[in-house]
């Protein structure tokens, strides 16, 4: 299974270096670059030849926010990126405003790691369909 190229948008450099430690070993994923707010992780990913697979997004950044970096990647063109939140603010008013801003998933830090792990595991599968990404 191949191992899905990773952006990771987090502020915490504690939190940043266990999730990408924990994502690499339980799952399929290989971290190719991280930013900790939303004008640097905007630059990263709209540059030509940037292609990643997964995009793991932080509601609150060290500048702007997580909503920020959904809306800025609406209009990104060619192929899109899956896009999660991983946030510890996913309560079921935030996570209809993600969705509603183009997440593919929104994920609670504290209780639904294992779940982002499955997800990542049926993505690098090619397995898109709704039951195997819930």
Do not use: H
């Not at 502020?11 to 190719?32: F, M």
């Not at 997440?103 to 609670?108: H, K, N, S």
């Amino acid at each position: 299974m191949p191992a899905l190229k990773t952006y990771l948008v987090e502020d915490s450099p504690v939190i940043r270096e266990n999730l990408i430690a924990t994502l690499e070993e339980l799952g399929p994923v290989r971290v190719v670059g991280f930013a900790n707010s939303e004008a640097d992780a905007l630059r990263w990913l709209r540059q030509p030849g940037q292609p990643v697979d997964l995009v793991i997004i932080d509601l609150f950044l060290q500048g702007g926010s997580g909503l920020g970096v959904l809306r800025g990647l609406q209009p990104l063109p060619g192929r899109r990126p899956q896009l999660v939140v991983l946030s510890n603010y996913a309560t079921p008013d935030m996570r209809r405003k993600c969705l509603e801003l183009g997440a593919d998933r929104v994920f609670d830090k504290s209780n639904e790691i294992d779940a982002l792990i499955a997800y990542c595991g049926a993505l690098a599968a090619g397995d898109t369909s709704p039951m195997a990404l819930n």
